[in-house]
């Protein structure tokens, strides 16, 4: 793939999207097979309507060496089996760092490096800095659509299977007062 030329890209922040378009993914709760703790209450869900978990979409810059993707995820406020709607969440084979920009509600970044997991609470404003090495998922722990802008190294690699082999490190459940984080399970 050559480079692509120099071009605007329109942030359109209250809408929470990226003008031209790139791809658009959609996340449905099938898609979370053996992510959350609750297998039945997984089961159950995708039953009950299958719902749209998030949505991700990417401005056109290629995901190839060099480049410099970005894309706005949008995750919906819900809970399966008590956990909060999060994304798959993935290792960069490449082991190369990413920011986030929080830009609508409220949410968590979990971040594992196969040892220590940490997490930084994600407001409109934060930026979360994902440094190499570290598997990341985003977490909604807010009653509204949580959305944020990622930058990531086009060469980065996204490795999903990492995650369901070593976990990472801690699970986020709604409380009566808020969110938690719970170990591993
Ligand atoms: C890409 C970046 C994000 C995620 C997106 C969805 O490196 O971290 O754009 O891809 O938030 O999460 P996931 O885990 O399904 O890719
Ligand atoms: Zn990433």
Do not use: C
């Not at 890209?9 to 031209?20: G, K, M, N």
């Not at 995708?46 to 401005?59: E, N, W």
């Amino acid at each position: 793939t050559p480079p692509v030329a120099p071009f605007a890209i329109s942030f359109d922040h209250e809408a929470a999207r990226l003008e031209p378009e790139g791809p658009t993914l959609t996340r449905r709760m099938s898609d979370l097979e053996g992510l959350f703790a609750d297998h039945e209450a997984w089961q159950a869900a995708v039953a009950d309507g299958d719902p749209v978990v998030y949505r991700v979409q990417s401005s056109p810059v290629p995901e190839v060496d060099r480049e410099l993707p970005q894309s706005i995820t949008t995750i919906e406020p819900g809970t399966t089996g008590g956990e909060l709607w999060m994304t798959k969440g993935h290792q960069h084979p490449n082991h190369q760092g990413e920011i986030y920009l929080g830009l609508h509600g409220a949410g968590g970044l979990l971040m594992y490096d196969g040892t220590r997991h940490e997490w930084i609470d994600m407001a409109p404003g934060t930026i979360g800095y994902i440094p190499p090495g570290w598997a990341h998922r985003s977490v909604n722990t807010g009653d509204e659509p949580y959305s944020f802008l990622a930058v990531y190294p086009g060469g980065a690699g996204h490795d999903y299977g990492w995650v369901l082999e070593h976990g990472m490190g801690a699970r986020a459940y709604r409380t009566a007062s808020g969110h938690e984080l719970r170990p591993w399970s």
